[in-house]
């Protein structure tokens, strides 16, 4: 099995503007951005937890 091409990758970027049209994909952006930022930031909160547990074992 190989790697995805740039070939496979333009099709994959046609089929989705064609699917949610050029208005709509910067706001698919913004929310794709603000969930990532989103789950570092939870992740980030998550460790100072998890080593406090760990000293208490």
Same mark, same amino acid.
């Given at each position: 099995?190989?790697? !995805?091409?740039?070939?496979? !990758?333009?099709? !994959? ?13 910067? +706001? ?7 969930? !990532?930022? +989103? ?14 547990? +760990? +000293?208490?074992?």
């Amino acid at each position: 099995m190989s790697s !995805i091409g740039v070939t496979e !990758i333009l099709i !994959i970027l046609a089929v989705v503007l064609l699917l949610f049209g050029g208005k709509k994909i910067p +706001e698919l952006m913004k929310g794709f951005g603000s969930g !990532i930022k +989103e789950f570092k930031n939870a992740a980030k909160d998550d460790q100072p937890a998890a080593r406090k547990e +760990e +000293e208490t074992k």
